[in-house]
């Protein structure tokens, strides 16, 4: 169905259900883009009508059976009493074959129909009128389409459908199941005549296994993300992984790769050659079963032709004491046999290096040759941003590409994982955290915690029912050298070996566990400098040790892990910005309230232990202190224990070039009894270093301040206005004018010159992003002179020229938009900007900040209102129930231009709003 004309009202729809007289009133509440799918809600629905399970129909050739009702026109009944309107139309069954691989290109269901046709419809098309049909499977009852149009040209029982797996791609639509209990994963379909396979076969056909992903498992495909090759040289490349096992004499191929780096996707992919080139493809599945040698044997020998077994984590299989997987029956019995039949059988298996390291490589070398995966960064990266482009376009487009890349990090599986829900918020007008909460997406932790398990990284059972679980002595020393990063190795070594120092237990050495943490591929090292492949990796170490038990922490090993930052002051920052980001994480999780009290109690108790590392190296004392006060969960401590650790410092450093940095953060994020402690300090720095150009980190968090004297505030300000003189064009700039713009008590000749300086900055800087910023603050004065408005104004149009896509040109629009000074061509210009910006953002929270002021214009064209109008009402058929569609309902029924329907469902938003309100 395609959207309604505007102006046009939208048609009254009914139902009918089977037999039933009634006539049951419905609301159209989701059309489809593109297809011809809509989704309709009884007002009034009985109780008898059941959910359906959805299907999704496999991508390879063949046929489904299908099943339908429909009220095609030649089932048209004379009419008579009692037997008039839609009741003459009676309802005929169909059936048919769904002819999977037809249809590629346009993506709808094939149909042939082989239910016999009317003698005589009375129509050239005998089946006019059967559009709308569901058409579910004969055998397993899936809704697997509903039946769209016919293609006369193709035969009389041709006709084809709209797929709904299709539709259950769209969130909207998934969002409007979920309240009702409909599940939104659609089940796989089997082919007609396809023997359903036992479901604990350890050893199945690739398709079969592919039939059976779900969630983000189906981005193991082509069809949902493109491959990466590591390059047509590499030895892990897919087809020279292909080509080797093929000239091979019995010998397989072993993948060595860290956690997420393309183990298993490589065996889906060398599987997909292995098929174009007529071979059979089997993959061992995990579980239990102590036969699968014998299954595999039994797998090969089933039918002729070459076969290739992917056993992907072979280390499942070859468990100490519990070994499923016989490699010496596979090398001496299960290959000669094959050999001796004409058989090529060839092994793709796959391991993790920490597994390799204890395994018994004499055994594997005998069947398996190593090949070790590509997984440099610039690989690395270049496979995630493939996955952020593919899976995340609204959040790429919402955040902007830097962004996404620095939330996702560049290990594949986790950027896969982080995307995917970074994408389901931006889709759903979510907020999306800076670095907090992307742990709590079930798959990524549920990862993590797997991965990190088959290492011997997380805390094991109870033994004992009553004596809580704890991390053992080697995770402590991991989760403090994963804390000290990034850093120089020794830097990350002295960390480890000062946690270990402070437990009893026979423990490897520091240099040990952080080699194995490389080689595990949890910690990256770029030259010196070691890195954690993730920030998720971090949190999820350092919270095993804080709390083992979820809200049961252990104060003895989270003791133990925090004296390994007493090792240097960077430590010491390192670990309080690592603490910062898992603290938030357990703050939105609501179980920060146990572990905080501990930590605060932890440094008070080692404040001047503190205070004497941190005067130990002026510069990284500097930037430590800073990511101390920054906030969670040091900066009240800090306040609390300041003549033992930030007085001391201050004192002895506070007029170097390098107090910069704590004044920068602690101006910025102290609690406001702590910050002002700073003012004086910063205000005699500025004085000596106050022309350097570094001296706006002091100054924009200064003018920042709304709690200070006045005094205070026009040293400040005379500052700033002095450094301008020297520094008006400089980047830096940007964020000196931006508080200094945003202060409301500045005298006349202060501001003349803050706005002269803002638009020389802009003459140079409109065309970056960042600039939006400060035309924000620019536009938001009220004290322009006409020249100095036209220029703002003018800068602000073109910079939306370039712009207008980004999430953040909504607070530029809501400024530019409540000017009542604007032209009539700038007005034309900032009213489409905001227009094609709601285009786009209309379904997100923040749309309400451009509504706002574009529905408050009063010279709105008749078609730019009416867009505005229909932009209004769809955002708040979302967001009626929050506070700032007070704004937008107050702006809207304000306007004297709205038709009789726009009225009408305003009033209803207004009236849906009071009763929150």
Request: charged share 20%.
């Amino acid at each position: 169905m395609d959207p309604q004309p505007c102006g046009v009202q939208a048609p009254s729809i009914t139902v009918m259900l089977g037999t039933d007289a009634v006539e049951l009133p419905s609301t159209l509440v989701w059309r489809a883009t593109g297809r011809d799918l809509a989704l309709l809600q009884l007002e009034n629905p009985p109780n008898r009508v059941k959910s359906v399970t959805f299907g999704r129909l496999p991508h390879v050739p063949g046929s489904v059976e299908f099943s339908g009702v429909g009220f095609p026109a030649f089932m048209q009944r004379p009419a008579s009493e009692g037997v008039n309107g839609l009741r003459r139309r009676d309802s005929k069954r169909v059936g048919g074959f769904v002819q999977l691989g037809s249809n590629m290109k346009s993506g709808q269901l094939d149909l042939t129909i082989t239910t016999a046709l009317p003698v005589d419809s009375g129509t050239e098309d005998p089946w006019k009128g059967i559009s709308g049909t569901a058409l579910f499977t004969k055998d397993s009852g899936l809704l697997i389409g509903v039946q769209a149009q016919r293609l006369p040209a193709a035969g009389t029982g041709s006709v084809e459908a709209e797929s709904i797996a299709d539709a259950l791609e769209d969130p909207n639509f998934r969002k409007l199941l979920v309240p009702n209990g409909v599940p939104t994963h659609p089940a796989t379909v089997e082919l007609s005549g396809q023997t359903n396979a036992d479901p604990m076969t350890a050893v199945v056909e690739q398709q079969e296994l592919i039939d059976g992903l779900g969630g983000f498992k189906q981005n193991l495909t082509p069809e949902h993300l493109p491959f990466v090759s590591p390059g047509i040289d590499h030895e892990a490349e897919p087809q020279n992984l292909f080509h080797r096992l093929v000239e091979s004499d019995g010998r397989g191929i072993l993948l060595v790769g860290a956690a997420g780096t393309g183990k298993t996707r490589s065996g889906f992919e060398v599987g997909r050659i292995a098929l174009e080139a007529d071979w059979r493809v089997l993959h061992v599945r995990p579980g239990r079963e102590s036969s699968i040698t014998d299954q595999i044997s039994e797998q090969i020998f089933k039918e002729d032709g070459d076969v290739l077994v992917v056993i992907d984590y072979l280390n499942e299989y070859l468990k100490e004491n519990d070994s499923q997987l016989d490699l010496s029956a596979l090398r001496h019995r299960v290959l000669p046999e094959a050999l001796r039949r004409g058989i090529h059988v060839a092994l793709l298996a796959s391991v993790r290096p920490g597994w390799l390291q204890m395994a018994d490589r004499v055994l594997l070398h005998e069947l398996f040759d190593e090949v070790v995966l590509r997984q440099d960064e610039e690989f690395q990266r270049l496979v995630a941003n493939n996955a952020l482009t593919t899976l995340a376009p609204t959040a790429v487009r919402q955040l902007g590409s830097d962004r996404m890349k620095a939330i996702c990090g560049h290990r594949p599986i986790i950027t896969l994982l982080i995307a995917r829900e970074l994408e389901r918020r931006a889709v759903a007008g979510l907020t999306i955290p800076e670095n907090a909460g992307l742990r709590a997406s079930g798959d990524l932790s549920g990862w993590l915690e797997r991965r990190l398990k088959e290492d011997t990284l997380t805390v094991p059972s109870r033994i004992d029912t009553f004596k809580p679980a704890s991390a053992s002595d080697r995770l402590v020393a991991a989760a403090a050298a994963a804390a000290a990063c990034p850093q120089p190795r020794a830097e990350v070594i002295a960390a480890a070996d000062a946690a270990l120092h402070r437990t009893s237990n026979d423990a490897p050495s520091a240099e040990s566990i952080v080699a194995t943490l490389t080689d595990l591929g949890w910690l990256e090292s770029e030259g010196d400098t070691l890195s954690v492949a993730h920030d998720v990796v971090c949190d999820q170490l350092v919270e095993s040790v804080i709390l083992p038990e979820r809200n049961n922490p252990n104060r003895d090993h989270t003791h133990v892990l925090l004296s390994g930052c007493l090792t240097s002051p960077r430590t010491i920052g390192r670990y309080a910005m690592n603490l910062d980001r898992l603290m938030n994480d357990l703050m939105l999780a609501g179980r920060a309230e146990s572990v905080s009290p501990m930590l605060n109690a932890w440094f008070t108790d080692n404040a001047t232990a503190i205070g004497h590392v941190m005067r130990l190296e002026a510069n990284a004392g500097s930037y430590a202190l800073g990511a101390v006060c920054s906030g969670p969960p040091w900066s009240n401590a800090a306040v609390e224990c300041w003549r033992k650790i930030v007085g001391p410092w201050l004192d002895e450093f506070g007029d170097s070039v390098v107090a910069r940095h704590i004044l920068y953060r602690g101006l910025r994020n102290l609690p406001p009894d702590g910050a002002l402690r700073l003012v004086p300090t910063a205000l005699a720095w500025l004085k000596t270093h106050g022309l350097r150009r570094e001296a706006s980190y002091v100054l924009s968090p200064l003018l920042s301040r709304v709690d200070l004297a006045p005094e205070p505030v026009q040293q400040a300000v005379t500052r700033t206005l002095t450094w301008l003189d020297h520094h008006a064009t400089s980047t830096d700039a940007g964020f000196v004018l931006n508080p200094l713009l945003s202060r409301g008590d500045l005298g006349v000749e202060d501001s003349e010159r803050a706005v002269g300086a803002a638009l020389a900055w802009l003459d140079e800087h409109a065309a970056i992003s960042g600039a939006g910023f400060l035309l924000r603050m620019l536009l938001s004065r009220g004290d322009l002179g006409v020249e100095d408005s036209e220029r703002a104004v003018g800068a602000a149009l073109a910079w939306l020229d370039e712009h207008v896509a980004i999430s953040g040109a909504r607070f530029v629009l809501r400024m530019l938009l409540s000017r009542g000074d604007l032209g009539v061509e700038d007005s034309e210009r900032a009213v489409a900007a905001a227009l094609n910006w709601l285009d786009e953002h209309v379904a997100t929270s923040d749309a309400g900040f451009v509504l706002r002021p574009l529905m408050s214009r009063g010279d709105l064209g008749v078609e730019d209102s009416e867009r505005a109008v229909g932009a209004a009402l769809a955002w708040l058929d979302e967001h009626v129930a929050t506070s700032d569609a007070g704004f937008v309902l107050r702006t809207l029924l304000s306007r004297g231009d709205l038709g009789v329907e726009d009225s009408e469902r305003a009033v209803a938003a207004a009236l849906a709003w009071l009763d929150e309100h």
